[in-house]
């Protein structure tokens, strides 16, 4: 067991679940991970939760992986732009590499991302996987 | 007024792995073990994947199929006997991850196979009592069987999410009958990793016995006949005893053969009768009668009627997978790889 | 404003330093630096990476000055992920600048080998968003493959191309005493190497290695040294998911374009370039990110032939020392000016890219003799 911070992984619950980013009232720019000030200068954000399906815009199948993905390598991770436009970055999961390319679609899934040993906390949080491939 | 299924969600892992596949490990006779469980093959979770995201993701696919607001489900029922939790329950992570109020009504229901399907009788009780304007219930597992054991063959993973309300409903509920004794057919201890059970004895004193006691009770009690359902659903521990159940009520097959899934995904426990439910859900006409008799060890059955309305024909229309797209969209993994998904390799913690 | 000198310094060989504590091994550079300069510090800037993380320390400037008994002297850690070494720098002209002090030391000193190497990659990617990117699995490799991928096909190059990067850092690398790596390799080595996050393979990543490096740096010139020109560090504010375009260092952009510009120089002036080639592809987006060449030229260049970048070897070759590195290059690129253990360059001068994090932040120095 590691001892992840349990608050950390609970206070990013909204996003990790069901990815709520923040919108400016002002200028309409989504942000995603959430900021606290906009790029046009306004604090006036609300929560937007962001689609939960898009397109692949790159991939890499990344074999040199950290402590905590070690039994699941190679991990597929990659670049996606959500149906609004917004990008977000995550692995790519259930995905036969061979047919994996730009321009896939795919839609956010619900995963274990990291579990804490035997005895702590299991993390959960959104992944991508292809829609019909 | 109308009180029952407003939509359905399932969800089956994308892996399979071939009955042949595992009894070339254990050295058992494929062909003898296809023709004693009529499982073909099971569904594996991926190695991201437990009771808990198998939940989320049946449910998230109910909540799209109804187009409701996930805000206006006042209570949530997680039934499951592979928590990955002991103590810690599934039903708060979906009420988060679904984006549903706090002011919800939410708990871990277990009883063996049937606890689904008890969530679904609880909800349908607060939607009556107009305590809750929808109520969800999901069945989700990722069932464990001793590696060699005969469990082993049918344990699957998988789930099924049902949406209970008054507005918009798709499968009014009609009747619905009990039948509970202590029969220990089937348990797994505190803390131990694989169930026990008593082999033949899982049949005539406690799959048959609670099943048939449901469905001859709801049919007595409610004046039914076989030939009123166009649809008939058991829990499906393996491929016969459905079969036979049917055959005990004078059922004829080809009303219990469309909820048939275990030969292609094998047991998924809590989805197991939810999942065949869903997959009729997913091509019956309004006016169809189904009845729905799921089993839990232990030992229980609840019998449902429902009878299907008008609204069935647009929940089939949303383009959220059907079951049937579920079963055809799959990738093989042999048994070295399914021990890896399953977790069932010695790591270090 | 007082012009700011490399008037010592001192490199440890980059490698595996089993038998080292990270605070021992910072002091014996930093010693060999002060000796070196002829002059006393009267203030240390402590650049690394992973001191914390890694090696358990913090306050680690104050067990490096015990270390060689040196009381009283002011201790400031700089962290900027592996662009520490660089930002130290800064910090350091800064102040000498200012006129507060008269001479300073920075040392930098990583040991990645004291934690195994998946636990290595937990702490590289903590450059990234720890919360959005690390959490997820992602690394700076796996984003400088997508980078990669993004740019050989934008430009359309080969894979081939960009394995030329490591055949250059490995033959520039034969030269420099200090490297990881002192043999030259084969195109086809590279080119068959391992394939660590398509299209990237184990030659593209520069190995994570042991070292310390210090440079003294006083504003009265009392020994002969290359003049710090100018500094200038910047960021890219922007998570790798909303960025503008994938080939391109923002981060490298503004720094290099202020820097240039207060050194009064162009990048045709540029004899030697020590940038920070973490991954292969970076050194060719740091090429184009100091105006050496055009955008999306750099590979082009590369098959054309010798490129002044990274006599060292680069983090190929000499190796990436994380924090370190930044120091090293000042120190590398001063000595290559000055042709001290390196060839002397063919000009006056020259500059040092040293980035934290994936673009991230950037800090470009221009060193003139
Ligand atoms: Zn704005």
Redesign the interface.
């Known amino acids: 067991m590691k001892h992840e911070s349990v608050p950390i992984y609970w206070r990013n619950i909204p996003q990790y679940y069901r990815l709520v980013a923040k919108r400016c009232k002002k200028c309409g720019a989504v942000h995603f991970p959430p900021v606290v000030r906009c790029r046009c200068g306004s604090k006036e954000l609300e929560d937007l939760e962001l689609p939960k399906e898009g397109k692949l815009v790159e991939f890499t199948v990344l074999h040199q992986v950290g402590t905590d993905f070690l039994k699941q390598k190679p991990l597929v991770v990659g670049l996606v732009e959500l149906s609004n436009g917004v990008r977000v970055v995550g692995q790519i999961v259930d995905a036969q590499v061979e047919k994996l390319a730009p321009g896939a679609k795919v839609e956010v899934v619900f995963r274990r991302v990291v579990a804490d040993g035997k005895h702590g906390l299991v993390m959960y949080g959104y992944k991508f996987r292809p829609v019909g491939l | 007024m109308k009180v029952g299924i407003v939509s359905w969600g399932a969800y089956i892992p994308k892996y399979r792995i071939r009955t042949e596949e595992v009894a070339r490990i254990w050295g058992d006779d494929p062909l003898r073990i296809v023709d004693v469980y009529l499982v073909d093959e099971k569904s594996v979770e991926g190695i991201d994947e437990d009771a808990v995201t198998i939940a989320v993701e049946a449910a998230r696919r109910a909540i799209r199929r109804a187009g409701i607001d996930p805000k206006k489900i006042g209570a949530v029922y997680a039934g499951t006997e592979s928590k990955p939790y002991a103590v810690k329950p599934i039903s708060s992570i979906l009420v988060d991850a679904l984006g549903l109020s706090n002011n919800v009504f939410a708990v871990d229901m277990e009883f063996a196979c049937k606890a689904g399907s008890e969530g679904l009788v609880a909800a349908i009780g607060l939607v009556k009592a107009g305590q809750v304007e929808y109520g969800m219930t999901v069945g989700t597992d990722t069932s464990q069987g001793e590696p060699g054991e005969h469990l082993e063959y049918s344990a699957s993973s998988g789930g099924v999410a049902l949406i209970v309300g008054r507005d918009g409903v798709a499968a009014e509920l009609e009747a619905v009958y009990s039948y509970v004794s202590d029969t220990p057919d089937f348990w797994r201890r505190e803390g131990s990793p694989y169930p026990m059970h008593g082999e033949g004895f899982t049949g005539e004193p406690a799959y048959f016995r609670h099943i048939i006691g449901a469905a001859k009770g709801l049919m007595e009690k409610y004046g039914y006949k076989p030939s009123d359902f166009a649809y008939v659903v058991f829990h499906q521990p393996n491929g016969r005893f459905p079969v036979r159940a049917a055959s005990m009520l004078n059922i004829p097959m080809e009303k219990i053969k469309p909820g048939i899934v275990v030969t292609h995904i094998g047991n998924t426990y809590n989805a197991s009768a939810l999942m065949g439910f869903a997959k009729v859900l997913d091509v019956a006409k309004p006016g169809d009668k189904i009845l729905l008799v799921p089993f839990g060890s232990g030992a229980g059955s609840n019998a449902f009627v429902f009878t299907v309305t008008d609204v069935v024909q647009e929940r089939q229309k949303t383009g959220v997978p059907t079951v049937e797209d579920m079963l055809r969209d799959k990738i093989y993994v042999d048994y070295a790889q399914y021990l890896k998904m399953r977790k069932m390799i010695k790591l270090f913690d | 404003m007082k012009d700011v000198y490399v008037v010592g310094g001192a490199l440890h060989p980059a490698g595996r330093h089993y038998d080292k504590n990270i605070d021992d091994l910072a002091a014996a550079v930093l010693d060999k630096a002060i000796a070196d300069a002829q002059a006393d510090i009267e203030a240390l800037f402590v650049a690394s990476s992973t001191a914390e993380l890694g090696n358990k320390q913090q306050l680690l400037g104050v067990y490096v000055l015990e270390s060689l008994g040196l009381d009283k002297i002011p201790v400031f850690r700089i962290e900027n992920g592996d662009g520490s070494g660089g930002a130290a720098v800064v910090a350091a002209y800064h102040a000498l600048r200012a006129g507060e002090y008269n001479c300073v030391a920075v040392v930098g000193v990583d040991k990645p080998n004291d934690v195994l ?3 290595q ?2 702490i590289y ?1 903590t450059t990234l ?1 720890t ?9 700076p ?2 984003y400088a ?2 980078m990669a ?2 740019y050989l096909k934008k430009y359309e190059y080969k894979y081939e191309d960009l394995a030329r990067w490591a055949v250059l850092m490995h033959a520039h690398g034969a030269g420099n005493p200090y490297a990881y790596f002192r043999r030259p390799v084969k195109l086809e080595d590279a080119v068959n190497s ?7 393979r184990l030659y593209d ?1 520069g190995p994570l290695a042991d070292g310390a490096a210090a440079a003294v740096l006083c504003n009265n010139k009392k020994k002969d040294g290359p003049r710090i020109l100018s500094v200038t560090t910047s960021t890219n504010a922007v ?4 960025r503008n375009e ?1 080939d391109v260092l923002y981060s490298l952009e503004e720094a290099a374009r202020s820097a240039l510009k207060k050194a009064g120089i162009t990048p045709r002036d540029i004899a030697a370039a020590e940038v920070h080639d973490s991954f292969s592809i970076f050194g060719a987006l740091a090429l184009e990110g100091l105006g050496i060449v055009k955008r999306g030229g750099a590979l082009a260049a590369l098959r054309e032939g010798d490129l002044p970048v990274n006599l060292s070897g680069g983090f190929k070759a000499r190796g990436n020392i994380l924090g370190a590195t930044g120091v090293y290059q000042v120190v590398e690129l001063a000595w290559q000016l000055m042709g001290r253990e390196f060839k002397r360059v063919e000009g006056n001068y020259g500059v040092v890219h040293s980035m934290g994090g994936v673009d991230r932040v950037s800090t470009v120095i221009v060193v003139g003799l």
């Open positions: 190497s998946n636990q990659q937990d990617a968003d919360h959005f990117e690390r959490y997820f699995g992602f690394t490799l796996s493959a997508l991928k993004m391992e394939v660590v996050s398509e299209p990237l990543v998570g790798f998911n909303a994938y």
